[in-house]
């Protein structure tokens, strides 16, 4: 355990204390924001009055999508768009490795469902499948609902033998939707890695979307934001959590189906578990997140 890590984290029912030590929330939005299905008004009303009160609400997503499409995601879902001032997702930050990728001549295949195609908007990629391909772009499994990562043995196989590198575009291994479990983009990427392929992770825990996501709050403040005066909000531990251990950032966890099944307790018993000793340890943690 560290110097900065509590020796037991508190669960808390309200975040207005601690937001009153921050003046910019990174908040992931699935698990935090909705369910894939539904908003979480709780949380659009927090981060309204965080807002109000002079905080900047950044949305900090690993969806592996750019963030127009992401805004459109939450239109659907209904998140209302005065609760957050932007979108940082790590869909922007796999844009710029296929942009180098592209820029090399490289021909790119995409490996996800045909909703993600927005990833390659305005960047002159030429997509070939993926088993011609020099580049895999995983965004994701073609069918989350019926699918799982051995679906993709063949796949994998193929482009191990090749030497083909991978960009993540969501480092995620599962999200909760609508209450069931599915697998995302960082299921199928890790499988590759224990094959011994080589993959390029865009978004949280890895750091450079933490350096976008503080030159974007930077441009919304007019200043740069200290570190100290940050709160990560999240449900996934070896994103959110992890990730702001990573960039230095005191962390908020926020319990979903991710890390606790429906129907068990979040107490201290539950959250020595999911955080034990010498681990990334956030400061506080909710069962949903509300002012």
Same mark, same amino acid.
């Given at each position: 355990?560290? %110097?900065?890590?509590?020796?037991?984290?508190?669960?808390?029912?309200?975040?207005?204390?601690?937001?009153?030590?921050?003046?910019?929330?990174?908040?992931?939005?699935?698990?935090?924001?909705?369910? &894939?299905?539904?908003?979480?008004?709780?949380?659009?009303?927090?981060?309204?009055?965080?807002?109000?009160?002079?905080?900047?609400?950044?949305?900090?997503?690993?969806?592996?999508?750019? $963030?127009?499409?992401?805004? %459109? %995601?939450?239109? =659907? +879902?209904?998140?209302?768009?005065? !609760? /957050?001032?932007?979108?940082?997702?790590?869909?922007?930050?796999? *844009?710029? @490795?296929?942009?180098?990728?592209?820029? $090399?001549?490289?021909?790119?295949?995409?490996?996800?469902?045909?909703?993600?195609?927005?990833? /390659?908007?305005?960047?002159?990629?030429?997509?070939?499948?993926?088993?011609? @391909?020099?580049?895999?772009?995983?965004?994701?499994?073609?069918?989350?609902?019926? $699918?799982?990562?051995?679906?993709?043995?063949?796949?994998?196989?193929?482009?191990?033998?090749?030497?083909?590198?991978?960009?993540?575009?969501?480092?995620?291994?599962?999200?909760? *939707?609508?209450?069931?479990?599915?697998?995302? !983009?960082?299921?199928?990427?890790?499988? /590759?890695?224990?094959?011994?392929?080589?993959?390029?992770?865009?978004?949280?825990?890895?750091?450079?979307?933490?350096?976008?996501? /503080?030159?974007? @709050?930077?441009?919304?403040?007019?200043?740069?934001?200290?570190?100290?005066?940050?709160?990560?909000? &999240?449900?996934?531990? =070896?994103?959110?959590?992890?990730?702001?251990?990573?960039? &230095?950032? *005191?962390?908020?966890?926020?319990?979903?189906? +991710?890390?606790?099944?429906?129907?068990?307790?979040?107490?201290?018993? !539950?959250?020595?578990?999911?955080?034990?000793? &010498?681990?990334?340890?956030?400061?506080?943690?909710?069962?949903?997140?509300?002012?």
């Amino acid at each position: 355990m560290t %110097q900065d890590e509590p020796a037991s984290i508190p669960l808390v029912s309200h975040i207005a204390p601690l937001a009153a030590t921050a003046e910019l929330w990174l908040v992931d939005i699935w698990g935090v924001m909705h369910n &894939g299905v539904r908003p979480f008004p709780e949380a659009v009303e927090a981060c309204r009055r965080f807002r109000a009160g002079g905080g900047t609400a950044l949305l900090l997503s690993n969806a592996p999508r750019p $963030e127009a499409d992401v805004v %459109q %995601q939450l239109d =659907r +879902v209904g998140v209302a768009r005065d !609760a /957050y001032d932007a979108i940082v997702s790590s869909g922007d930050a796999a *844009r710029a @490795a296929i942009t180098a990728a592209v820029a $090399e001549g490289r021909t790119i295949g995409h490996l996800g469902p045909e909703r993600d195609l927005g990833i /390659y908007t305005g960047l002159g990629a030429r997509l070939v499948p993926p088993d011609a @391909a020099d580049v895999v772009v995983c965004t994701g499994l073609f069918d989350d609902t019926t $699918e799982t990562p051995e679906a993709y043995t063949a796949t994998l196989d193929d482009l191990v033998d090749r030497v083909i590198p991978m960009i993540c575009a969501n480092p995620d291994l599962t999200v909760e *939707r609508g209450g069931a479990i599915v697998y995302c !983009a960082g299921a199928i990427a890790a499988a /590759y890695e224990a094959r011994g392929g080589r993959v390029h992770y865009a978004g949280k825990p890895h750091l450079p979307v933490y350096d976008m996501a /503080y030159r974007r @709050a930077a441009a919304l403040r007019g200043r740069e934001v200290a570190r100290s005066r940050t709160l990560a909000i &999240g449900d996934g531990i =070896r994103t959110d959590i992890e990730g702001a251990a990573k960039a &230095g950032i *005191r962390s908020v966890f926020v319990a979903s189906g +991710v890390h606790v099944a429906a129907g068990r307790p979040l107490d201290a018993v !539950a959250l020595e578990a999911l955080f034990p000793a &010498g681990s990334p340890r956030p400061v506080a943690a909710m069962t949903g997140l509300r002012w």
